[in-house]
């Protein structure tokens, strides 16, 4: 079993839509981190946290340390936000190793 | 943060032949990993480039096979040796700074072994 799951694996949705990815991890951690990996291959960190919420414009990440669970939303999703979302845990501080998920491909359609 | 570069972004390399993958960072950091991220897979850490010391390899990696070179705290090379088709993946860099658990990536390099 991994030590962190992704669902869905892939999700297709309508230009604006709401959109839920969900993270969840089976070990205890120091910080997770979400990422967005375009067609080309380059990874854009977009949050890392270790308790409660965050927010960047349209995106939103929470996590629930006792659940060891964590979502990424969108809102007011578009087609520039095609790409895969990948969840990494670090397992201790001081900028540590990731272990990362399987990703989710996620597909907005105009 | 810290903006890092990688070259070169893509190459098509035969059979038997070895590849060195360069990694700069703007600014200097703590921490450098090499990842590697087969085709239709998720990430796969390779091993932490150390510097002025020998890389720590993952578990199914080895010296020989990928050599690590990091010379200072802004530059590490991931050389992939005696090539075989099975090496085609993207190859990424990151980057730590301090004790914040943040990370940076690179652009990533995609290899074609034919």
């Known amino acids: ?110 | 943060s810290a903006v890092i570069s990688q070259k070169p972004s893509r190459d098509i390399c035969q059979r038997g032949t070895s590849l060195t993958i360069q990694c700069q960072v703007d600014s200097q950091v703590t921490m450098m990993f090499w990842y590697r991220q087969q085709p239709g897979q998720s990430l796969t850490l390779i091993a932490t480039a150390n510097q002025g010391s020998e890389a720590t390899y993952e578990s199914g990696f080895v010296i020989d096979k990928f050599p690590i070179s990091r010379p200072n705290l802004t530059f590490s090379t991931l050389t992939v040796s005696n090539m075989s088709p099975e090496d085609s993946s993207i190859y990424l860099c990151s980057a730590g700074q301090g004790a914040s658990n943040e990370q940076f990536f690179g652009p990533g390099t995609r290899l074609t072994v034919l």
């Not at chain 1, 839509?17 to 979400?34: D, K, P, Q, R």
């Not at chain 1, 809102?75 to 990494?88: E, G, K």
């Open chain 1, 1 to 110: 079993k991994n030590e962190v799951e992704q669902s869905p694996q892939n999700l297709t949705a309508q230009e604006g839509e709401f959109i839920t990815i969900n993270c969840s991890y089976s070990v205890g951690i120091s910080a997770l981190h979400w990422l967005q990996q375009h067609p080309g291959g380059g990874i854009v960190s977009l949050f890392m946290l270790s308790s409660g919420k965050k927010k960047h414009g349209r995106l939103i990440a929470t996590i629930n340390i006792q659940e060891k669970h964590s979502s990424l939303h969108i809102t007011a999703s578009h087609p520039r936000d095609s790409a895969v979302y990948i969840c990494a845990v670090s397992l201790n501080f001081g900028n540590e190793k990731l272990t990362f998920g399987t990703g989710t491909r996620l597909t907005i359609i105009p």
